[in-house]
């Protein structure tokens, strides 16, 4: 879909019309047609994106969502910054190069930094956005963060959206805060679609839009990744787990606003 | 017991070094004596060299009580003679309750020799001086050579004969013939600028102020070497004579004054224990003790960012402010045990190594996301002893295994270890299994050791799929 086409799309709202007023937005789209179809395109390529782990043990499949997501940037040269704490690490395992080089990542072009708190992390992950040096920054915070609030989320988001960069925020185990993010998403893996001989097949999630800035409403929808092209196809929803109910938890934000 | 030292007071009493203190206090009762403590001795002795280096770079120890400073070509700054920095020195070390005995020679032994035998020439020091043993210095005594000058006045020759090479060596050096230079505490730096202050400074801003002045003298300097620092270090000299150095490493050789300042700023926000000014430095010192060649670069006109100086200087700064081995690249590890076939470094260190790994395009990734070093220990339920899991249980939940793909073989690497070539010792072999849980969760579960190897081998987690 092209620009000129997400700009004669009906705005769902006066949100929308605010949103695209702002600035013209880069948008990176997700590369499944129905996904990008009801994002209008994608998501912003300058903006704040949360991922959410929809379970406590889905940390891993926001934080493989989030870094594919970066994969998708244009630009193939550009690095990314890997930023977390100690305590990602100690949890969620190390980032492995060659598990990386098979989902099409070029693990010479990660930068890792690992802090040794949380704040430590905000503000290296503030400054990889500032610096332009990296297309994508990422974020990956396990578990509540007292942190990660309004303002900081809100400090991010002018930052991604000065230099352009693109960021990501990876919470795993963590339920979902009010933030200034531009989209904030629920991951989850999904049963993949098993390969002759009853093997797991490709990489699968489960994405649930929980909110968007612009006021695109929430959906589902189930995602494969295809590291040949690297883009996401959209995946046959089998298997008993519904697109509608793959909610665990309910947005308190997304609450009010329904209210 | 006996007297290791005497300040002046106590040897205006007759007291000397060597002497019993049982002697000492017979005639002295009331004599103030403390336990000898050669460990703070030198820690005095490296304090003071630390504030002599706001005379010369390049200074030695002497244990147990001297010091050698070279200051070839740095007398100029305090008036234009040595002697003049001598007595700068000398009233430096007043300050603070020390006396010293200060000698200029042309060579560190002469030096040495004149300042510890108290005289002005060479000639008349005594032939102690030497360093010779009790033997040798009876013999001279007996000739009748009281003074280096007596031994300067005749052939050499005969002299080395008599008494061994090392003898005429050491005379050489004491005659200002030979200079064997010293062997600074800390190597010269290729650059080193300094900035002195009438009053001293005692705020940060100051501080920095004067490290960003520091900084562009130094990157004029190393513009004309068509070089580039890749470590710059600062002395802060403190007016009560303390010495507080900071030191920052930069990935890439730079000469970016501006990049200076920000790296030292953020350094000096992250010191654990922050600078005590005190009542002010008096001195600042900037010196570049590594650096490397450096190309000019002509800046483009396009407003393109340059990206590769870019992320240097975001490494740097990370690196910086949380220890270079926190900011890591990734780099290619020779084995094919899956932990160490990749391995981080400090991406201050180097470039990453390019990688190999071409993903198959008809193949899901047989290699995790995330891996776990350790591996994770896990409960595993198989139907058979050989086979792959059914069930496993991984920090208090149940999985049901779904689909599964192995084992995919990875034999231990038997040559690390003693007696592994012969059977059964090479250590166990891996047996890995990829699987997916009944939610559509991805794992890499192995069995570490096969039973037809014995014992019971146990099960591990060794990494998550996306």
Redesign the interface.
Known sequence: MNIKAILSAPPSNRMWQQYQSEKPQRLLPVGAPLVDQRLHGGIAQDGLHEFFGADH??G??A???A??MALRLPDAE??I?WVSGDKERQV?????????????A???R???????DMR?AL??AA??IR????GAVILEVQGHARLIDLTSTRRLVLAAREAGVLALLVRGDAAPMPSAATTRWQV?????L??P??????????INLLRHRAGIAPFAARVT?D??DRIFHDAPLS?G?SAGSAGGKTDPELRRQSA | MRLVACDMAALGLGMTPGMALADARARVPDLAVFDHDPQADRQLLEWIADGCERYTPSCALDPPQGLILDISGCAHIFGGTEAALARDLKMWLRRHGLTARIALGATPDSARAKARFGVRVINALPVHALDCDAKVHAALQRAGLKTVGDLAARPRAAFAARFGKDYGRTLARLLEEEDPRITPRRAAPVIQVALNFAEPVARTQDVMAAITHLAQQSAILLQERGEGGRRFEISLFRSDGHVARLAVDTGTPTRDAALLDRLFGERIDTLSDPLDPGFGYDMIHMAVPCSEHLALVQAGLESK?N?KA??A???D??SV??GPE?????H?GNSHI?ER??F?RP?QAG?????R?????QE??????????PPQPVEVTALLPDGPPRQFRW?R?VHLV????GPERIAAEWWRRPAGHEPGKGGPTRDYY???D?????FWLFRHGLYAEGGDPRWYLH????
């Open positions: 043990s889905d891993t499949a934080g493989a969502f870094m594919l550009t690095h910054l969620s395992g190390r980032l492995h190069a060659a598990g990386l080089a098979q989902m099409g070029d693990p010479a990660l930068v890792l930094v690992q802090a040794a430590d503000r290296a400054d990889g610096s332009k040096a990296a989850r893996s999904a049963p993949s098993p390969l001989g009853n093997v797991p097949g490709f990489a699968t999630f489960d990744w590291h040949g298997g787990l | 960012v990206v870019e992320k200087a975001l490494i700064r990370l402010r949380l926190r900011v890591r690249h990734f290619m899956p076939a990749t981080e991406a470039p990453p190594s390019a990688f790994i071409t993903p198959q395009m899901p990734q047989m290699r995790p996301f995330r891996l776990f070093d920090r939940h779904h689909f599964v793909e990829r699987v997916e009944s939610e559509g969760r991805r990494g998550l799929f996306a």
